[in-house]
């Protein structure tokens, strides 16, 4: 079984995808912050940087390794260092990590 890759419309109306491959996931990451846990707003040109996404795509290399749990859809909390920004969307928040910078995946306790 192998994750659906991101899809995009062009200006042509053509589809395009982005896939990882080798040990990478594609991650969208998560909006930065502009409250604090307080509640005190931030101005606009600071923000809390944020390192936590979800994963959009997964390449089939990392599908295959059982070392690596990840799964579509998972947020994770990733060290952006090595991650390679994708000129994708018009926010520009997916970026290709390699599946060693993906340091935790959140998940829930089954009741």
Known sequence: ???KPQPSRKATG???IV?????????RKDEDK?????????PDKVEIPTITGRVVAISA???RDVDYPIKQYDRVLF???NSVPVDFEGDNRLFVVPVE?????FRREAD
Do not use: C, F, N, Y
Request: overall charge positive; glycine content about 6%.
């Open 1 to 3: 079984m192998t994750s």
């Open 14 to 16: 053509a589809l395009e």
């Open 19 to 27: 896939e990882p491959l080798g040990k990478r996931v594609l991650i």
């Open 34 to 42: 502009k409250q604090t846990k307080m509640g005190i707003h931030l």
């Open 61 to 63: 290399h990392v599908e």
């Open 79 to 81: 060290h952006p260092k």
């Open 101 to 105: 910078d993906v340091v935790a995946v």
